[in-house]
């Protein structure tokens, strides 16, 4: 077994196995082998057909052997040859029953014969080295296992089918055009030779900058269609804002008291609603409080407003109006750029209030808000409410067309071409020389280049792969 190195990217040639279906006991589970002596080493445990004699993407009926040539089970061995499989090596799938004995028995003795345990994704770092995918869409195959939506599965599943890589291809063809433009004068400058007006590469830089700008906008939906959009329920002690938790999660998540301040400590769960993740945050009760410990949960209530996208402010139907709208100067200051939903809870117990809450609160709320009365421990009108929720969240649709960044690491890098192609496009304006100016444009080249793998380093890849789980 050896090692090399190209395109700064560490390479193993030995052979590697790992469990590829989730712990635990299951129906089945997946064994992958993969690397030159994928197929010498299940040979040497295989008791069934010749595995040189089988065709690539087949599929056999045999058994497996220990080291000592005892049964450890009847599989299904699935054959993939190379180059035409997952990592670009030769790959041997063995389906087995779920039994965690017979997995764990299945590795010892395929290492036994000759592999090793895979580490963190290297199966996936593998493909990435043959030329299988790139860097983004090897990214994406972490977010599709990760998909807690349909949302989130149709983004990722876009990325690893390589729009978004396509994308950026684009953008990177049209820089080095534009490099070349600017580029060509320098070499001709002395014979007065000119390759485009300064107006139309101007232009060029300008096209380049908003599809750049558009491609980073996406990122705050994106990263809500990833890891949830946050929703903070806030309002006052004993408001009934973990009764409204726990319908909307359909679940006793958080302790619910007519004591006031109970809740001290932030309380977060998740739920889909129309195919997309809502991180709903149950905060404390925000009041006058010398006690040390709810005052510090307090101050995570107003955190975690600014932190929300959607605000949801819990107020008790029997709140005199005059209350309500003093308490108002503690909510709507944190609620700028946000959706602030006046959710007034309650109802079943001061139903003839509502209508005189509504009309006190609908002149101090901000443009855009929503008003909606339910009772959250009668489940009354809770599903209006959801839609209401659904409503303010203004996700896009997603197709099979749709690129939506939701990678903080792609994020980091379009903001920083952004940045140098902003500066190029000053440095035209300015008459700044055509030297100086294309050094800007490949440092865009370089910041795009780290999304794909275009220019990458083998720390860099060690981070994203660490996070990936062993068997892909």
């Known amino acids: ?25 299951g129906g089945i589970a997946v064994v992958r082998v993969s690397g030159p002596q994928a197929f010498d080493v299940v040979a040497r445990r295989w008791q069934g057909a010749s595995i040189d004699a089988m065709k690539t993407h087949t599929a056999h009926l045999g058994r497996m052997t220990d080291s000592r040539g005892e049964l450890l089970d009847e599989v299904v061995l699935t054959i993939y040859r190379a180059p035409h499989s997952f990592t670009g090596e030769d790959v041997a799938e063995i389906s087995c029953h779920g039994s965690t004995w017979i997995q764990q028995q299945l590795l010892h003795t395929l290492i036994d014969a000759g592999c090793r345990m895979a580490t963190a ?9 043959a030329g299988r995918l790139d860097l983004a869409q090897a990214e994406a195959v972490a977010d599709v296992i990760a998909a807690q939506s349909r949302a989130a599965h149709h983004v990722a599943m876009n990325q ?9 291809h684009e953008l990177r063809e049209k820089l080095l055009h534009f490099v070349a433009l600017i580029e060509l004068e320098l070499d001709f400058s002395e014979e007065d030779v000119t390759f485009a007006q300064r107006s139309e590469v101007i232009a060029l830089a300008q096209e380049l900058a908003q599809a750049i700008g558009s491609l980073t906008a996406t990122f705050a939906s994106g990263n809500a269609i990833k890891n949830g959009l946050p929703v903070a329920i806030v309002g006052p002690t004993n408001a009934g804002k973990s009764t409204l938790l726990n319908a909307l999660l359909h679940d006793d998540r958080a302790l619910v008291s007519d004591i006031h301040g109970t809740t001290r400590d932030v309380i977060e769960d998740t739920v889909t609603l129309a195919g997309t993740l809502f991180r709903f945050i149950d905060t ?4 006058r409080s010398s006690d040390t410990v709810e005052a510090m949960g307090i101050e ?3 955190r975690q407003m600014d932190k929300a996208q959607i605000v949801m402010w819990v107020i008790d139907a029997t709140t005199p109006a005059a ?23 309650k109802t079943d117990l001061a139903p003839t209030a509502i209508t005189g809450l509504q009309q006190a609160l609908w002149p101090i709320l901000p443009q855009g808000s929503n008003i909606i009365a339910i009772s959250a421990r009668c489940s009354h009108d809770v599903d209006r409410l959801q839609q209401v929720i659904i409503d303010a969240a203004a996700m896009p649709q997603v197709d099979d067309d749709t690129i939506i960044v939701t990678n903080a690491r792609h994020y980091q890098a379009l903001t920083s071409a952004g940045t140098a192609l902003d500066r190029a496009i000053t440095g035209l304006r300015d008459g700044l020389s055509g030297d100086l100016v294309s050094q800007d444009i490949r440092e865009v080249l370089y910041h795009l280049g780290t999304i794909t793998g275009e220019i990458t380093t083998h720390d860099l890849l060690g981070e994203i792969f660490a996070h990936f789980c062993v068997g892909k």
Not at 330 to 343: D, M, N, R, S, Y
């Open 300 to 302: 995570r209530s107003f």
């Open 160 to 168: 690893m089918r390589g729009h978004y890589s396509h994308r950026l």
């Open 284 to 287: 404390a009760g925000i009041r």
């Open 323 to 345: 209350h309500a709208i003093d308490f108002s100067h503690q909510i709507i200051p944190h609620c700028t750029g946000k959706q602030l939903i006046a959710v007034i809870n």
């Open 121 to 129: 994704g290297e199966f996936t770092r593998r493909a990435l080295t």
């Open 1 to 25: 077994m050896g090692i090399i190195t190209t395109n700064n990217v560490l390479l193993s040639d030995d052979t590697i196995c790992a469990i590829a279906t989730p712990q635990g006991v």
